[in-house]
């Protein structure tokens, strides 16, 4: 039996998710080989976060897949540009979508994790 292909999405807002996204990938891949599973993690967070769990084995795609939040500083966000991001993710919906379908029926994806990221849901 082929192994399971997991698709983790993640939101590329705050290192909160990033951090505990690699971690569970981490943990799926120290499961034993004969079960382990084949982890793509897509966020658009920096690839550097997810490091531990790319290590051993994760892929990681880097893909538009939820409307973060404009942070200048990390006490302060910004109304109007958080809004005109939220707008034009949302204006790109639907062909952000159908590149996520064609990218997870090229992998044979079985499941789909999400940690916040709208896309995943």
């Known amino acids: 039996?082929?192994?399971l292909t997991l698709a983790y999405y993640c939101s590329?807002?705050?290192?909160?998710h990033?951090?505990?996204?690699?971690?569970?990938?981490?943990?799926?891949?120290?499961?034993?080989?004969?079960?382990?599973?084949v982890v793509y993690i897509v966020s658009s967070a920096?690839?550097?976060?997810?490091?531990?769990?790319?290590?051993?084995?994760?892929?990681?795609?880097?893909?538009n897949i939820d409307p973060v939040i404009v942070q200048p500083l990390a006490y302060r966000v910004d109304r109007q540009q958080s809004l005109a991001v939220l707008k034009s993710f949302l204006d790109n919906k639907d062909a952000i979508l159908e590149t996520e379908i064609e990218w997870l029926t090229e992998i044979q994806a079985d499941c789909v994790l999400s940690d916040a990221a709208f896309i995943g849901w």
């Open 1 to 3: 039996m082929p192994p």
């Open 12 to 16: 590329g807002h705050g290192y909160g």
């Open 18 to 37: 990033a951090t505990r996204v690699s971690a569970m990938a981490t943990h799926l891949l120290h499961i034993p080989e004969s079960n382990r599973p």
């Open 46 to 63: 920096p690839k550097l976060v997810f490091a531990d769990s790319i290590s051993i084995g994760a892929h990681y795609r880097n893909a």
